[in-house]
């Protein structure tokens, strides 16, 4: 009697798992690949780095991200900040963290998108809505900054090329981004050893 009794409480056990685990929402992946909201950072470390932007979360994010590659504003900046272990940060014009476009900041957009290796993230002041043209990937994972910091796309190839920044704060001899476009508009990448563009200059504060 006993084992049979054993043998009963397993099997309600498993058909209360099976019905547990199919009443259990479903955690959405990204949506696909789509040209229009691919970053694409050409590297001086050797390569270009593509990013899946992430609209369905952090669309203002993505659209400043988007406008100012187009304007050939992140041509020629370096990551003036990289520390191992963690992140990569760069976009500012003035090459120290205190700089930014000419554009308005951007609101906050914070979400359920976690800080993981390959993450792009948008640096901001202490203020939640000072967002403006500074971004850092991440290295590795760092879960403390979720939802202090807007997370708006991940490397989806080429994160070799992001290993290799030089680390830093500011780095010695600091990694640049020689170009920055959007797949959908079909720049090619620079000729080896072509000099890195130079954009016209514009605080953010880091993660920590």
Not at 3 to 30: E, F
Not at 32 to 61: C, F, K, Y
Not at 64 to 77: D, E, I, P, Q, V
């Amino acid at each position: 009697m006993r084992l049979k009794s054993v043998i009963g409480l397993l099997a309600g056990l498993l058909t209360a798992g099976s019905l547990a685990a199919a009443q259990a929402p479903t955690v959405a992946g990204p949506p696909p690949l789509d040209p229009e909201n691919t970053l694409l950072l050409d590297l001086s470390t050797g390569g270009r780095v593509a990013i899946q932007l992430r609209p369905d979360v952090a669309p203002l994010h993505v659209e400043r991200m988007k406008t100012l590659a187009r304007r050939g504003f992140y041509n020629g900046l370096v990551f003036h900040r990289v520390i191992e272990g963690f992140m990569a940060q760069g976009g500012d014009p003035k090459g120290d963290g205190t700089g930014g476009s000419e554009l308005p900041d951007v609101k906050a957009e914070f979400n359920a998108l976690p800080h993981v290796r390959g993450v792009l993230s948008a640096a901001r002041s202490e203020a939640p809505d000072s967002a403006n043209s500074q971004f850092f990937i991440m290295l590795a994972p760092r879960l403390s900054l979720d939802g202090k910091y807007t997370v708006y796309g991940r490397v989806v190839s080429g994160m070799n090329f992001v290993d290799a920044i030089n680390r830093g704060e500011p780095p010695a001899e600091p990694s640049r981004i020689l170009k920055a476009s959007i797949a959908s508009d079909g720049a090619a990448p620079p000729a080896a050893g072509a000099p890195a563009a130079t954009a016209p200059v514009g605080g953010a504060t880091t993660p920590q």
